[in-house]
Structures are given as structure tokens and as C-alpha cells.
């Protein structure tokens, strides 16, 4: 990837609405909201990095069957075990197949070539690494 890229913001509200902070959770609902679009990304990396934390944490909700993230955090490992055999996948593998999919229906990588000036062969060979980046902070986080 040309520029280095980090979340340390999105991360740090995903860890207060986990502890159960309210506000920080209205904070990233908003966030969450403009990272669904990515309107204000810097470049195509960070723009599908914020893509990508907007659907992955949608992709929680859905594998958890709940958007409480205080709750979801609760979960303890025997109930990760029956999502895990439940919805045949981890939920790091469920984050990231979902993320790889929504960037090939939506054709991000071409997308973001015309947006950037960006070779599209370049971008789709970073797709699966910053969805993996993605997917295992939103984890490492929540479990």
C-alpha cells in the first residue's frame, strides 16, 4: 500500500461503546455512518478502510444477531463456539469474505483506480490484507 493508514480513532470509539460508554457509542454510530460512504478519505486505501470498518461492524451485528456492542463484548466463549458452528465460519472469517464481496459487488477496486488515479490490479491485490486489518482489530476489540 502506498500511504500508511490507521483507524486509531474508529478503534478507540469501538472500545468505549464496548465498555459502555453511551456517548462514545452515539459518537460511533455517526462515525459509522460517514465511514459508509467515506466521503472525507484522504485515499483509496483509507477510503476503503473506512468502507471496510463501516461493513464490518454491520457484519458483527448480523453474526451476533444484535447491535449492542457492550453486550456482544459480554459473550463468553462457549457462545462464540455456537456462533462459530452456527454460521459455519469465525467471525473473522465472516468479517472478511463479507468485506472482499461487498468491494467485488460494488467494484470498489475500480471505483476507487478512476477516483485515485490508482492502477485497479494495485488496489485489488491490497483488498483481502486491509480487510484482514480490518476484520482482526474489530475482533481483537470486541472478543
Request: glycine fraction near 4%; hydrophobic fraction near 40%.
Amino acid at each position: 500500500m502506498a500511504n500508511a493508514i490507521e483507524f486509531g480513532s474508529f478503534y478507540k470509539l469501538l472500545q468505549a461503546a464496548r465498555d459502555g460508554n453511551k456517548e462514545k457509542n452515539k459518537e460511533l454510530e455517526w462515525m459509522l455512518a460517514e465511514y459508509e460512504h467515506a466521503k472525507d478519505a484522504k485515499n483509496p486505501y483509507d477510503e476503503l478502510g473506512q468502507i471496510f470498518c463501516h461493513h464490518g461492524v454491520m457484519e458483527l451485528y448480523d453474526y451476533t444477531g444484535t447491535d449492542d456492542i457492550k453486550y456482544i463484548h459480554s459473550l463468553n466463549e462457549s457462545v462464540w463456539d455456537y456462533l462459530k458452528i452456527r454460521m459455519k465460519i469465525s467471525l473473522s472469517e465472516y468479517m472478511v469474505r463479507s468485506m472482499l464481496n461487498h468491494a467485488k459487488e460494488h467494484k470498489l477496486a475500480s471505483k476507487m483506480s478512476d477516483k485515485w488515479s490508482l492502477a485497479t490490479d494495485e488496489i485489488e491485490s491490497n483488498l483481502e490484507g486491509l480487510a484482514k486489518y480490518v476484520a482482526e482489530g474489530i475482533v481483537e476489540l470486541i472478543i
